[in-house]
């Protein structure tokens, strides 16, 4: 499937741009996080990649990226750059895809901005690709990213058991997903928890 390079994206609290090679420090701190590759890393990362290395790589998805991939930056509504977002497997012939979000900047977990990322994602996939169904997967110990899902009205599908050796341990990978009557009949009515934090900072 061939795709341009992703659109940038607005919303309310987030937008969502191209990725950059003027970000490649962060991408690359960010790729060598050992948190951060534990909750969105299918195998586990056993050392630290080269800038290089990194770099090549970087370079590649933003030149030549895999079929049926869309990747993004997501930067704050001042600009401030603080995690990734894509979509992939992605198919016009079925109208389906897989979307994944990392609030990489851990001074921004908890103030709506993935949400607000999602809200961003949603819209796009569903409106202007006009795509049916829109997938996306979580282990079981990621609860934060499970919780939004749920949250913003994903149906819990399936759980894969066993699916991860992790440290010693097996986890199960869940599968969630939302289509495209259900947003079309809740979109306006999705939570925006940017909003009740905004109302109490302006309260304090």
């Known amino acids: 499937m061939e795709l341009h390079a992703p659109p940038r994206l607005t919303g309310a609290n987030v937008s969502l741009g191209p990725l950059q090679m003027s970000n490649l420090y962060t991408h690359h701190r960010w790729n060598n996080d050992p948190e951060l590759n534990r909750y969105d890393s299918m195998e586990p990362v056993t050392e630290k990649e080269s800038l290089s290395s990194f770099k090549r790589r970087l370079e590649q998805m ?30 016009t012939a079925s109208q389906r895809c ?75 990978l869940h599968t969630y997903a939302m289509l495209k009557p259900y947003y079309e009949a809740h979109a306006e009515t999705l939570p925006r928890p940017w909003e009740a934090n905004k109302a109490s900072v302006e309260a304090a």
């Open 98 to 172: 897989r979307i994944g979000v990392t609030i990489c900047d851990r001074s921004c977990w908890g103030k709506g901005y993935g949400a607000g990322t999602l809200h961003v994602l949603l819209d796009y996939l569903f409106n202007d690709m006009q795509l049916h169904r829109v997938a996306a997967q979580s282990f079981c110990f990621n609860v934060a990213w499970r919780r939004l899902l749920e949250g913003m009205g994903f149906t819990h599908e399936s759980v894969q058991a066993d699916f991860l050796l992790r440290d010693g341990e097996r986890h199960g």
């Open 62 to 91: 933003i030149v030549a990226p895999p079929p049926g991939v869309l990747d993004w930056e997501i930067h704050t509504a001042e600009g401030d750059l603080i995690g990734l977002a894509f979509a992939d497997h992605l198919s």
